[in-house]
């Protein structure tokens, strides 16, 4: 990753955060965007670029892609890690804030990610990161739109992979588990059951960043952390009568 151009989204906290700082120490050159903040305002040096912005709008996903390209010239890696949660069951679920969540979770990222496209494919090369989510398998009822934007980020992972198949372009697709950040702090509705407040088997969001490089550098399709996630994911394959149970004890 050594003097690769890298643009993260989502790089304020949590997950982009944690892949900003392991690829600094890598020798990346970042390009990073968030919303605003006290600690995430726009500045650039040497190895960085930093802007602050609402990845859904438009003329601001323009001047990122410019910005980037005008700082290093191109776009070696892209890493989609900006995203939002909302708790609420199918019945009652808010439709308004479900298409802020599919705009954030889904078409920011893909809208980024045509722009994005051009460039990689006149060079012949570059690597897509799309953050999809173990709940983008399994459905879960108290966070059924969440679970819906990710099965969307699948899809479009999937699809854009077989599109640019022979391109040079690869596309890596993350599936997390449950993940120590302020996801739940920030989710635009809506509490986690409590059952599932009390989970413990969580992962960091600096072991989801090495195991998101360890994608970039190996070539994977689908990467799965912690591994119990791809059991998960076996299992509701397996036998959704199970997984129906198991989703019944946490709801």
Same mark, same amino acid.
């Given at each position: 990753?050594?003097?690769?151009?890298?643009?993260?989204?989502?790089?304020?906290?949590?997950?982009?955060?944690?892949?900003?700082?392991?690829?600094?120490?890598?020798?990346?050159?970042?390009?990073?965007?968030?919303?605003?903040?006290?600690?995430?305002?726009?500045?650039?040096?040497?190895?960085?670029?930093?802007?602050?912005?609402?990845?859904?709008?438009?003329?601001?996903?323009?001047?990122?892609?410019?910005?980037?390209?005008?700082?290093?010239?191109?776009?070696?890696?892209?890493?989609?890690?900006?995203?939002?949660?909302?708790?609420?069951?199918?019945?009652?679920?808010?439709?308004?804030?479900?298409?802020?969540?599919?705009?954030?979770?889904?078409?920011?990222?893909?809208?980024?990610?045509?722009?994005?496209?051009?460039?990689?494919?006149?060079?012949?090369?570059?690597?897509?990161?799309? !953050?999809?989510?173990?709940?983008?398998?399994?459905? !879960?009822?108290?966070?059924?739109?969440?679970?819906?934007?990710?099965?969307?980020?699948?899809?479009?992972?999937?699809?854009?992979?077989?599109?640019?198949?022979?391109?040079?372009?690869?596309?890596?697709?993350?599936?997390?588990?449950?993940?120590?950040?302020?996801?739940?702090?920030?989710?635009?509705?809506?509490?986690?059951?409590?059952?599932?407040?009390?989970?413990?088997?969580?992962?960091?969001?600096?072991?989801?960043?090495?195991?998101?490089?360890?994608?970039?550098?190996?070539?994977?399709?689908?990467?799965?952390?912690?591994?119990?996630?791809?059991?998960?994911?076996?299992?509701?394959?397996?036998?959704?009568?199970?997984?129906?149970?198991?989703?019944?004890?946490?709801?």
């Amino acid at each position: 990753m050594d003097n690769k151009v890298v643009l993260i989204t989502g790089a304020s906290e949590g997950i982009g955060a944690a892949c900003a700082g392991l690829l600094r120490k890598k020798g990346a050159k970042l390009s990073l965007t968030a919303l605003p903040g006290p600690d995430f305002q726009d500045h650039s040096d040497s190895q960085e670029l930093v802007s602050a912005g609402d990845i859904t709008d438009d003329g601001f996903r323009r001047a990122l892609v410019r910005r980037t390209l005008d700082r290093f010239g191109c776009v070696d890696v892209l890493i989609n890690a900006a995203g939002v949660g909302l708790y609420a069951p199918p019945s009652t679920v808010d439709t308004e804030l479900s298409k802020r969540l599919f705009d954030i979770n889904v078409f920011g990222p893909l809208a980024l990610t045509q722009s994005i496209v051009p460039g990689m494919r006149a060079r012949g090369s570059g690597t897509i990161v799309n !953050l999809g989510s173990v709940g983008g398998r399994v459905s !879960l009822p108290w966070s059924v739109m969440y679970c819906a934007s990710k099965f969307a980020v699948h899809a479009v992972s999937d699809s854009l992979r077989r599109e640019l198949s022979g391109s040079g372009i690869r596309v890596v697709k993350v599936c997390p588990g449950i993940v120590d950040t302020k996801f739940r702090e920030h989710v635009l509705a809506g509490k986690a059951p409590e059952p599932v407040g009390r989970i413990t088997r969580v992962v960091s969001a600096e072991q989801v960043a090495q195991a998101i490089v360890f994608g970039i550098e190996s070539g994977a399709r689908t990467v799965y952390i912690p591994a119990i996630a791809r059991a998960f994911v076996a299992l509701e394959a397996l036998s959704s009568t199970i997984m129906d149970w198991y989703v019944r004890r946490q709801w």
